[in-house]
């Protein structure tokens, strides 16, 4: 079962097999039951549900900290915190569950918003916009339509062949069945999708699903008491101990009939993880999985997804009346949707002075492009005598790429969700994260919860 030392020495690389070749040492083996690639939401809540269910785990994650797309800014002059990434979840049994597991008290937020005034510009101009957002009225109706397809915002599983409606254009879908009032409202949301009407329905639906829709409808949201979302994982990584392994990466994976070999790669030096089975948490581009033995059906499914780009952000502002955000609305595009790449907004934080920004493109972009727009989108608003709004600098940024994995409509025609759902336990391997649910932790975990007991087994 061993790699050989020359093995490991070519698939680990120069940089990663420097401590082996200066030391000549032999990296540690770890045995556990299951091994997860990826420490964001899924990884992380599967590791801690995994070892409720008797099996022991291990958790390698590239990053320092667990967590993935859920950050929180700590502002050092102030003490206070903003969370950037996920700011609020479903109210659903599961997350109040896994927050109190870990004596993390959540707050219900109520539907009227966090107070302050929205000011409408178009950033492409830096002027402002003569916009009323339309009440969502089609709401009930946009619930009633989604529900026909079944919860794929939890499992992203569709018959085949797939529903024409989710094949076509989320602007047909609209179109079709008058729900013109809630678009604002979905592309708000759903922010990191890209071109919301342009895209295959089946994306919109997904990430504004039945979940979310549901809980506007009747339910709610909930957030930390203490405004810091990234406390869960902070916990969360004190309980799994000396199961983590942060800064790590695998470098080399072998999968057989016997089990599953994982050459890491990580400050505690090279080990070699041997487990009965593997889940893959981080997004399935096959530019991510480059150290899995990805067979041939693996790999062309993977290699059909294309991915957006989403980033946030603090930045310093001055000049802003208090209270005042900006959102980017357009003029003379349908439903006056802003066009990306673009920001979505700027808003007040709690802090003097501090902003929360969201920007997001169709593709993937460099983080020194985006920087420069977000930058030069906030100046444009000054330039135009909207506000004279002066950008003092960035306290914090974070890119959230690869976002919202996507295939095309003739791939999902072709039966592209029911053969990629099937790879579930092929290989000893199981998958999970936003590709296989939504952008949503919620629906995540909830779906997580149907598949943990075969991962178990």
Known sequence: MGLTRKQMLGVMGAAAAAPLVAGGASPRVVKRDVCVLGGGSAGTYAAVRLR???????????????GGHTETYHDPATGATIDIGVVVLEDEPVVRSHFGRFDIDL?????????????????????????????????????????????????????DPPPAE????????????????????????????????????LYAVNLFGQGVAGKLLGGGYVTTAAGNNSLLYERATRHLGDDVLLRTRAVHVERSRSGVRVLTAGPGGPRLIEARKLLVTIPPLVR????????????????????????????????????????????????????????????????????????GSPVPLPDA?????????????????????????????????????????????????????????????????????????ARIWIGLESLLPSIAA
């Open 52 to 66: 409720d269910l008797g099996r022991s785990v291990v958790v390698v994650e590239a990053q320092g900290r667990l």
């Open 107 to 159: 707050v219900r937020l109520s539907g009227g918003g966090g107070g302050g005034t929205t000011a409408y510009v178009d950033f492409r101009t830096g002027r402002p916009v003569d916009y009323t957002p339309p009440a969502p009225v089609a709401l009930p109706a946009y619930y009633e339509q989604i529900s026909r397809f079944g919860p794929i915002d939890t499992v992203l599983n569709l018959p």
């Open 166 to 201: 989710l094949m076509a254009p989320f602007a047909d879908f609209v179109a079709k069945h008058d729900l013109g009032s809630i678009v604002p409202l979905v592309f708000g949301y759903g922010q990191g999708i890209g071109d919301l009407l342009g895209l295959p329905a």
């Open 288 to 359: 991510n999985l480059a150290a899995v033995d990805l067979d041939d059906v693996e790999r062309s499914l993977f290699g059909r997804f294309t991915a957006g780009g989403y980033y946030t952000a603090v930045v310093r502002l001055s000049g802003l009346p208090a209270g005042v955000g900006l959102d980017n609305v357009a003029a003379g595009t349908p439903y006056q949707l802003p066009p990306l790449p673009g920001l979505y907004m700027v808003a007040p934080s709690a802090v003097p002075g501090l902003y929360n920004v969201k920007y």
């Open 369 to 441: 492009v985006v920087r420069r727009e977000i930058r030069a989108g906030i100046e444009r608003v000054a330039a135009a005598g909207t506000y004279p709004v002066r950008f003092e600098g960035f306290a914090t940024y974070a890119g959230h790429t690869p976002f919202e994995l996507r295939v095309g409509p003739g791939d999902i025609a072709a039966g592209f969700y029911p053969r990629l759902n099937a790879l579930q336990g092929r290989n000893r391997t199981y998958w999970s994260g936003a590709a296989w649910h939504s952008h949503n932790s």
